[in-house]
């Protein structure tokens, strides 16, 4: 049972935006960076989005972060066929001493 | 380019131990931290363990505090995850990864920026 929480799974038309969200608490999210991470089947994550809102050189301006205390999103507009995959936000758990990734939501592509 | 390479999965009897290791290249390993993740079939990563760039400090999820031990040997370029009392619920893909930020003698994030294809660990009842 994780303890950042995400719903299971977004949908939308391409070129439509989906959002999702990371529901954590004071000692990961509301204290911690933020990172997402993107899963296409049968292949290990993906770094998309570090630092809370910051992409690493190659991701494209269409996928968004942000926090706000112990919440993060993540934003993806323009959909593209090729966006539906798994997405799992994670960061670090003061409390617990650990890395935690969050529960994880599946993006479809209507 | 960065390369990690695990090994030494397969398949083990519950309650026996087990070490993979992965074989680290294209970057300076002992400069960097590294971190084990763990996916079990058709569920989400779960954290496992991070050692820091020197094997100073190690850090392990609740779930295999004092079963599991990780370690590194950086002339070798190595990381190595020893399981011990191992159970179904251990049955997974276990990722090498390697740490974005160097020479951090703690972790406050899971900044991941290369992962290895995996090493598949069966724990048979």
């Known amino acids: 049972q994780s303890v950042l929480t995400q719903p299971p799974s977004v949908s939308a038309a391409p070129g439509q935006r989906v959002t999702i969200s990371c529901s954590g608490s004071?000692?990961?999210?509301?204290?911690?960076?933020v990172f997402w991470y993107r899963q296409l089947p049968g292949t290990a994550p993906k770094l998309l989005i570090y630092d809370d809102y910051r992409r690493p050189s190659g991701i494209p301006d269409r996928f968004s972060g942000s926090k706000s205390g112990s919440s993060a999103t993540l934003d993806i507009t323009g959909l593209q066929t090729g966006d539906e995959a798994d997405y799992y936000c994670a960061t670090w758990d003061t409390s617990l001493g650990a890395g935690v990734f969050g529960t994880g939501t599946k993006v479809t592509v209507l | 380019q960065v390369q990690l390479v695990e090994s030494g999965g397969g398949m083990v009897q519950s309650g026996r131990s087990l070490t993979i290791s992965c074989a680290a290249s294209g970057f300076t390993f002992n400069t960097y931290g590294m971190h084990w993740v763990r996916q079990a079939p058709g569920k989400g990563p779960e954290w496992v363990a991070a050692i820091t760039y020197d094997g100073t400090n190690k850090f392990y999820s609740d779930s295999v505090k004092g079963r599991f031990t990780i370690s590194r040997d950086n002339p070798r370029n190595t990381l190595h995850l020893q399981m011990s009392s191992l159970g179904p619920e251990d049955t997974a893909v276990y990722y090498c990864?390697?740490?974005?930020?160097?020479?951090?003698?703690?972790?406050?994030?899971?900044?991941?920026?290369?992962w290895g294809q995996g090493a598949l660990v069966t724990v048979s009842s």
């Open positions: 004071s000692s990961n999210i509301g204290f911690h960076f």
């Open positions: 990864a390697k740490d974005s930020v160097t020479f951090l003698e703690y972790f406050s994030s899971l900044h991941i920026d290369f």
